[in-house]
Nanobody, 121 residues
Framework: QVQLVESGGGLVQSGGSLRLSCAVTGSIFSINRMAWYRQAPEKQRELVADITSGSSGDYADSVKGRFTISRDTDKNTVYLQMNSLKPEDTAVYYC???????????????WGQGTQVTVSS
């Protein structure tokens, strides 16, 4: 029943910007952590940024100063603002949430389906 729905991916020129969105749907009791990961072809999946109630956002060194993670708690939505994009940012970006569903007493990890970001030189 819980789903993470991503949007905002696409093709952009080097130096351009994109904003990714991830909306959590379903009956949610609480969200402990939201994060963005990415995976380029033939590369390992890597953590790009994450955010909790106790943090303003942590970032991979490769995106510091260019990307910003934020959240809207009323909408159960997390965003990733990506500026000054580079070709090496090209990857499938995945939203991840660690959350507790309504009616349960445990937290689990949930993944979105991924959205393609392509940055041309």
């Amino acid at each position: 029943q819980v789903q993470l729905v991503e949007s905002g991916g696409g093709l952009v020129q080097s130096g351009g910007s994109l904003r990714l969105s991830c909306a959590v749907t379903g009956s949610i009791f609480s969200i402990n952590r939201m994060a963005w990961y990415r995976q380029a072809p033939e590369k390992q999946r890597e953590l790009v940024a994450d955010i909790t109630s106790g943090s303003s956002g942590d970032y991979a060194d490769s995106v510091k100063g260019r990307f910003t993670i934020s959240r809207d708690t009323d909408k159960n939505t997390v965003y990733l603002q990506m500026n000054s994009l580079k070709p090496e940012d090209t990857a499938v970006y995945y939203c991840n949430g660690r959350l507790r569903r309504s009616g349960t007493d445990y937290a689990g990890s949930y993944w979105g389906q991924g959205t393609q970001v392509t940055v041309s030189s």
